[in-house]
Structure formats: structure tokens, C-alpha cells
Antibody, heavy 119, light 107 residues
Framework: EVQLQQSGAELGKPGTSVKLSCKVS????????MHWVNQRPGKGLEWIGR????????IYAEKFKSKATLTADTSSNTAYMQLSQLKSDDTAIYFC????????????WGQGTLVTVSS | DIQMTQSPASLSASLGETVTIECRAS??????LAWYQQKPGNSPQLLIY???SLADGVPSRFSGSGSGTQYSLKINSLQSEDVASYFC?????????FGAGTKLELK
């Protein structure tokens, strides 16, 4: 069974950074892309970017190019997202999501990590 | 970027009723569209992929259709467990984009 286990809630001060993790079990992340999506309170879903863990190649949505940094550690089968220069509107739930095989849709999702930005 | 316009934003329906949610893309996405269901406090779950293919374990009362720029999700015989928000997503081009969502409630 494929499972994506995300790290716990984060409280960050404005101007600081946080690093979220997403550990995958039941599937080798070398064989997929790892995506990140956010959801601001009471709002819809927003795609942040994706990483190919096999080679580290990344693609970001334009608005997140200077906000998010995606990395992956294939030895631990874990994907990471660092959010920098936190502002109040970065407060959101952040999901990791994964395609299956060579598909493009998100068959698997993590449970989400709540990031709260507050001084 | 491809804009996904989803309607309605909210919907109230009775048990057993059939409901339809629409999604319009700003350009042809060649059926590269998925539908997700999200219940409060949970992560989204895949319902439909490639516009009309039912994901594993999804009840057959859910169906998807459409092509080009116009797509729809239909729920036949609405059940209480279908109360949720629904999102469409295009994966034809990066950046992947989602519709704003439809909140489905029971009347």
C-alpha cells in the first residue's frame, strides 16, 4: 500500500523559513514525480511545483519560484519543500502528492501539513 | 497559464438526486483532466482521471465526461457521504491548475 506521511504542523515567524517533509512508503520515489500543493484557509487548491527525485529536476509555478525549494532524498524515499521569507499569506495547509507510474494525475496524497505564520 | 473555471461554487441537493459540476478550461486540454473529492479536514482523493476514467475504488455513481475545453462531473443518486468539495485539475501543461472548487451540501 502506498502511503505519504507528512511532517507535523509548523509555526513560523515572518521572515523565517520552514522545511516540510513527505516520506513515501510502498513506492520508490525514483519512479515518480513528487508534487506540492497548498490550500489557504477556506480556499481552493494551488499547485506549487514538482520534483523528479531521480535527477533533481524541478518545475515551479511562477509565483512560487522564489518562495519554495523542492528537494528529494532517494535513500530515505522522502521529498522536502522549504518555504522561505515567510509572510502571513503563506499560512496554509501544504500537501505532497504523487502520481502512479507514468500517469500525470495525483493518485496519492499526504495528509497535509499546516503552516502558520505569526509573530 | 491555463485557467480552470468551475461552476457552480456551491450546490445544494437532496438524497437520490443527480448533480452535475462543470469545468471550463481557457484552452484545449485534450482530456487531461482529473476530478478530486475533498471532505472537511481530509486531503483530496482522486475520483476521475483522463476526463472520464473512474479511479480505483470510486463508486460507479460518479462519472466524468467532456473534451476540448468543457468537462463535467456527474453524481447519480446522491448519497450522504458525497457531501464534500470537488475540484477539477488540468495536467495538460505546467503549471498544473485547479478549478476553484464546488461545495456540495445536502438540502
Amino acid at each position: 500500500e502506498v502511503q505519504l506521511q507528512q511532517s507535523g504542523a509548523e509555526l513560523g515567524k515572518p521572515g523565517t523559513s520552514v522545511k516540510l517533509s513527505c516520506k513515501v512508503s510502498g513506492y520508490n520515489i525514483r519512479n515518480t514525480y513528487m508534487h506540492w500543493v497548498n490550500q489557504r484557509p477556506g480556499k481552493g487548491l494551488e499547485w506549487i511545483g514538482r520534483i523528479d527525485p531521480a535527477n533533481g529536476n524541478t518545475i515551479y509555478a511562477e509565483k512560487f519560484k522564489s518562495k519554495a525549494t523542492l528537494t528529494a532524498d532517494t535513500s530515505s524515499n522522502t521529498a522536502y519543500m522549504q518555504l522561505s521569507q515567510l509572510k502571513s499569506d503563506d499560512t496554509a495547509i501544504y500537501f505532497c502528492a504523487m502520481r502512479a507510474a507514468i500517469s500525470h494525475w495525483f493518485a496519492y496524497w499526504g495528509q497535509g501539513t499546516l503552516v502558520t505564520v505569526s509573530s | 497559464d491555463i485557467q480552470m473555471t468551475q461552476s457552480p461554487a456551491s450546490l445544494s441537493a437532496s438524497l437520490g438526486e443527480t448533480v452535475t459540476i462543470e469545468c471550463r478550461a481557457s484552452e484545449d486540454i485534450y482530456s487531461n483532466l482529473a476530478w478530486y473529492q475533498q471532505k472537511p479536514g481530509n486531503s483530496p482523493q482522486l475520483l476521475i482521471y483522463d476526463a472520464n476514467s473512474l479511479a480505483d475504488g470510486v463508486p460507479s455513481r460518479f462519472s466524468g465526461s467532456g473534451s476540448g475545453t468543457q468537462y463535467s462531473l456527474k453524481i447519480n443518486s446522491l448519497q450522504s457521504e458525497d457531501v464534500a468539495s470537488y475540484f477539477c485539475q488540468q495536467y495538460n501543461n505546467y503549471p498544473y491548475t485547479f478549478g476553484a472548487g464546488t461545495k456540495l451540501e445536502l438540502k
